[in-house]
């Protein structure tokens, strides 16, 4: 399980850590404006963040791109929809957060090493 620590949200410190997989990475279609690039999703998303009176466990799906050229996937870039996730009907977060709420993810990572990914006809 992946965690991140120096996180903080309207002054407040938090921790996250990432849920266990399996996560699911969907291959959608080659994007019309690029053909080097495929349109993906991620689902089974879960996104856990820890602070003194705060607890969200954020889940969804995540929408973006894999560039076959740079290596690099790209969430929530370039306008794809829906890159959000849904905190928890147990959500407490001093008011900041409830359950319910979304929180647009923007990301991008590059692939070790590159891949050539090929859409379904």
Known sequence: MQSFSNCSVAGIPFAMTVGAAPW?????????????????????????????GCAVKWTGTLYGQYDNTTGKLGIGLNGAPGSQVVAGADTRCLGLFGP??????????????????????
Do not use: F, H
């Not at 279609?29 to 820890?50: F, Y």
């Open 24 to 52: 699911k990475v969907n291959l959608l279609q080659r994007n019309a404006a690029n053909p080097a690039v495929i349109d993906v999703s991620i689902s089974g998303i879960t996104l856990n963040w820890s602070a003194t």
């Open 100 to 121: 319910g709420a979304t929180l647009n993810v923007v990301a991008t990572y590059t692939l070790t090493p590159k891949q050539t990914i090929t859409p379904p006809a």
